[in-house]
């Protein structure tokens, strides 16, 4: 077989480009970027008002909550009880993000009970008929509790409290609208929640991959790579890289 020879001339990239594909191609150059956690700060913004001494206690009601479902194979009357306080909590203190994440975790459950395990949903598990009024409303948790805890600025510094139940929230929402685009990409007949599936595969993949980005940028490093993974430029540059290579091999 004939050798390959590679040029060894350097391509003439602006420092843009070179920022871009970076950007582009390194999980860890642009979503971890740009975000400054401050460990000072009240866990939550100000105008949700939840200081310090009231996010303590809600967590302790929450954390109450929340140990109910940590057993193995929790029933589903255990997990309804759980989404059923955790309502009661955001009933008194709608303002309280961590509440909607756990909640929509709780609804996770009652649709997959063993999720946390080793066991996985089939992709078509979680979109069917019977399960679309909960899908509707565990995404509707999420899309809250990102709303509510979402700095006013990118610019703005957050607390820890606030990175990490972002970095949660965005990730489990790309997660599941990854999901729903591989459902639809499949073919496959699914009922998923109304608002969501107008939308074909493609642009469902990008919103998943924007919430992967974000996710990533609070601390995710999961979310980082699937942010890499999902992004339709890296995709399309990727495949562009790929052909070139085929080219040069065949020639």
Same mark, same amino acid.
């Given at each position: 077989?004939?050798?390959?020879?590679?040029?060894?001339?350097?391509?003439?990239?602006?420092?843009?480009?070179?920022?871009?594909?970076?950007?582009?191609?390194?999980?860890?150059?642009?979503?971890?970027?740009?975000?400054?956690?401050?460990?000072?700060?009240?866990?939550?913004?100000?105008?949700?008002?939840?200081?310090?001494?009231?996010?303590?206690?809600?967590?302790?009601?929450?954390?109450?909550?929340?140990?109910?479902?940590?057993?193995?194979?929790?029933?589903?009357?255990?997990?309804?009880?759980?989404?059923?306080?955790?309502?009661?909590? @955001?009933?008194?203190? =709608?303002?309280? #993000?961590?509440?909607? !994440?756990?909640?929509? *975790? %709780? /609804?996770?459950?009652?649709?997959?009970?063993?999720?946390?395990?080793?066991?996985?949903?089939?992709?078509?598990?979680?979109?069917?008929?019977?399960?679309?009024?909960?899908?509707?409303?565990?995404?509707?948790?999420?899309?809250?509790?990102? @709303?509510?805890?979402? =700095?006013?600025? #990118?610019?703005?510094? !957050?607390?820890?409290? *606030? %990175? /990490?139940?972002?970095?949660?929230?965005?990730?489990?929402?790309?997660?599941?609208?990854?999901?729903?685009?591989?459902?639809?990409?499949?073919?496959?007949?699914?009922?998923?929640?109304?608002?969501?599936?107008?939308?074909?595969?493609?642009?469902?993949?990008?919103?998943?991959?924007?919430?992967?980005?974000?996710?990533?940028?609070?601390?995710?490093?999961?979310?980082?790579?699937?942010?890499?993974?999902?992004?339709?430029?890296?995709?399309?540059?990727?495949?562009?890289?790929?052909?070139?290579?085929?080219?040069?091999?065949?020639?």
């Amino acid at each position: 077989m004939d050798s390959i020879t590679v040029s060894s001339a350097k391509p003439n990239l602006t420092t843009n480009d070179s920022a871009v594909l970076q950007a582009l191609f390194d999980a860890e150059s642009s979503p971890s970027n740009g975000i400054t956690i401050n460990s000072s700060l009240p866990p939550f913004p100000v105008q949700l008002k939840i200081d310090a001494e009231l996010h303590e206690t809600l967590k302790a009601r929450e954390v109450t909550i929340v140990r109910t479902l940590a057993q193995p194979n929790p029933t589903p009357e255990t997990i309804q009880s759980a989404i059923s306080q955790l309502s009661t909590l @955001i009933t008194e203190h =709608p303002n309280y #993000p961590p509440a909607y !994440v756990n909640r929509a *975790q %709780a /609804r996770r459950m009652l649709i997959s009970p063993n999720s946390g395990d080793q066991a996985e949903e089939a992709e078509t598990d979680l979109f069917t008929a019977e399960n679309a009024e909960t899908v509707t409303a565990l995404l509707a948790d999420l899309g809250k509790a990102i @709303i509510l805890a979402t =700095p006013r600025s #990118p610019a703005d510094p !957050v607390s820890e409290v *606030q %990175a /990490r139940l972002l970095a949660d929230a965005h990730t489990h929402r790309g997660y599941l609208l990854l999901r729903l685009a591989k459902v639809k990409k499949s073919g496959e007949a699914f009922e998923g929640p109304e608002k969501w599936s107008q939308l074909d595969a493609d642009r469902l993949e990008e919103m998943a991959s924007r919430d992967f980005f974000f996710g990533g940028r609070f601390g995710n490093k999961v979310a980082q790579q699937l942010a890499v993974q999902t992004n339709p430029y890296a995709k399309m540059c990727g495949a562009i890289v790929k052909e070139a290579l085929r080219k040069e091999v065949e020639g």
